[in-house]
């Protein structure tokens, strides 16, 4: 099961490591990575495997959401299906 990860804040040093580590602390691979700097915007969408996540996706994507709080930014994780369907025209 794959899941797509968006991020969108102020640019600072460590977000792409951050947001990796935690990845790779959930046994969650990152398959694909696109990432921008708008202005002083970050701006990233990863694809990644979720297949052997450690814990339990909600609690994954709750972690994401928490980090990004205290990074001043948007973190948010959905499954690729749901990430899909929203974007179907």
Same mark, same amino acid.
């Given at each position: 099961? #794959?899941?797509?990860?968006?991020?969108?804040?102020?640019? %600072?040093?460590?977000?792409?490591? %951050?947001?990796?580590?935690?990845?790779?602390?959930?046994?969650?691979?990152?398959?694909?990575?696109? =990432? $921008?700097?708008? =202005?002083?915007?970050?701006?990233?969408?990863?694809?990644?495997?979720?297949?052997?996540?450690?814990?339990?996706?909600?609690?994954?994507? /709750?972690?994401?959401?928490? =980090?990004? /709080? /205290? =990074?001043?930014? $948007?973190? #948010?994780?959905?499954? /690729?299906?749901?990430?899909? $369907?929203?974007?179907?025209?």
């Amino acid at each position: 099961m #794959r899941a797509v990860i968006t991020v969108v804040g102020r640019d %600072k040093v460590g977000i792409l490591a %951050k947001v990796s580590s935690i990845c790779a602390e959930n046994n969650v691979n990152v398959i694909e990575v696109s =990432q $921008s700097i708008l =202005q002083d915007m970050f701006c990233m969408i990863m694809l990644t495997d979720v297949s052997e996540c450690s814990v339990p996706f909600t609690e994954f994507a /709750e972690n994401l959401a928490k =980090q990004g /709080e /205290e =990074q001043n930014l $948007s973190i #948010r994780a959905m499954h /690729e299906d749901v990430f899909n $369907s929203m974007h179907r025209i």
